[in-house]
């Protein structure tokens, strides 16, 4: 049975019939946020014969099987209050955030904001001033980004892929800042997206992404009268 709070949200307690040991099936929660799944293990099995998938839950009315079945009702609930948690905190929600949060990882998640922040922090004594300036005005475009395009206060550096890119490149070269009635031209925009990789690149270096989030992305400098995208798609890093 799938728990709904939205089109897009949905959860549901299957069990594994490849992974059989011993006659018995482990059962398992899987999350589905925008049609991606994720599955969590709930450390329990139960014989295949014994099980209602229709309900996603065990069958029988013994003292035992009303024990499975409220600890199952349980995982629901929580799955569903992580749900809300990221939604109250207007956070961006995927199913990977979902499990992440509910398995007690969101704490070692690192934000694409809060690795800037590190960045800035670390090469304050490094950097000069003119350069730093730049990076935090780099952060300053991404928060405007990630509040009025993804509708969130921040991403996960895991949520980070070649769409982010393409569709921030966009978002710059419309973007009209507070203090300025220009937009940013086409170089400039580029090294917005130089800083970019720079600061995304230093988490990987200092382990505090899990991966690097571009590994297929090359950024080229063409002159300003040029329409062409500069941002593509290559074979090999």
Not at 89 to 99: F, G, N, P, S, V
Not at 200 to 221: S, T
Request: proline share 3%.
């Amino acid at each position: 049975m799938i728990m709904k709070a939205t089109n897009t949200f949905g959860v549901q307690i299957i069990i594994r019939m490849n992974k059989l040991s011993d006659g018995l099936a482990p059962i398992r929660a899987r999350i589905t946020v925008d049609g991606q799944r994720v599955e969590i293990s709930l450390k329990k099995s139960i014989n295949p014969e014994n099980w209602d998938r229709i309900k996603g839950a065990a069958k029988g009315k013994t003292p035992e099987v009303r024990s499975i079945n409220t600890s199952l009702d349980q995982v629901r609930n929580r799955i569903f209050e992580c749900y809300q948690e990221l939604k109250m905190k207007k956070q961006l929600i995927t199913a990977e955030a979902i499990k992440n949060l509910y398995c007690g990882e969101g704490e070692k998640e690192h934000t694409l904001l809060s690795i800037f922040d590190y960045h800035n922090t670390e090469m304050k004594n490094t950097l000069e001033w003119g350069t730093l300036k730049n990076y935090f005005t780099t952060r300053r475009y991404i928060e405007e980004f990630i509040k009025s395009h993804l509708k969130t206060s921040d991403v996960y550096l895991a949520q980070l892929n070649y769409k982010f890119l393409t569709d921030f490149e966009r978002f710059v070269k419309s973007y009209v800042p507070k203090d300025s009635k220009l937009t940013c031209g086409q170089n400039t925009t580029m090294k917005h997206i130089e800083r970019l990789r720079k600061v995304v690149n230093m988490a990987v270096k200092n382990d505090l992404a899990r991966k690097r989030p571009f590994p297929k992305v090359q950024i080229i400098i063409y002159p300003h009268h040029s329409s062409i995208p500069y941002i593509r798609r290559i074979k090999s890093h």
